[in-house]
């Protein structure tokens, strides 16, 4: 996991980088997490084109394209390492009108109520809107 910023009590934002904290995510949180990176990731190497076509040199670069192309998947924790929140975003972190940042709670709860300043650090961090209303896709009505 990288380190992406702080939030209010004493809590913060990782990014996910590989599939196997993906899949520990989707575990410590019951949720798909882990499915939704798997096929980002899929998506972002189909679209990597080597600089060389010499085999040895075919994935120079591969991983840093992955990671400027997939969306970002995040995970808040606090003080002692404990899930509390999962996000997805953009690509890079960058405003796109064609996305939607999707942001669960564990189980696909609902997060905004316990965690809405922490969710508010990391949209001022990215300069996103992450409203609930635009974010949690699980909304009763």
């Known amino acids: 996991m ?25 575990q410590l949180m019951e949720h798909a ?13 189909a679209s990597f084109v080597p600089a060389s076509s010499r085999y040895i040199e075919q994935e120079i670069g591969q991983k840093a394209h992955i ?9 808040l924790r606090d003080k002692e390492g404990e899930t509390l929140v999962t996000a997805m975003l953009p690509p890079r972190g960058e405003y796109d009108p ?3 940042p999707i942001i669960v709670g564990r189980g696909n709860s609902d997060p905004y109520p316990m965690f809405g300043d922490a969710i508010r650090a990391l949209g001022e961090h990215f300069d996103l809107e992450l409203d609930r209303e635009d974010c ?3 909304q009763r009505g």
């Open 33 to 45: 997490v882990e499915k939704h990176f798997r096929k980002a990731w899929e998506k972002a190497k």
């Open 67 to 75: 990671q400027r192309n997939m969306p970002l998947f995040l995970t």
């Open 2 to 26: 990288k380190y992406i910023c702080d939030a209010p009590g004493g809590r913060t934002w990782f990014r996910l980088e590989n599939e196997a904290e993906a899949a520990a995510e989707s």
């Open 136 to 138: 949690y896709p699980y």
């Open 98 to 100: 064609h996305f939607r």
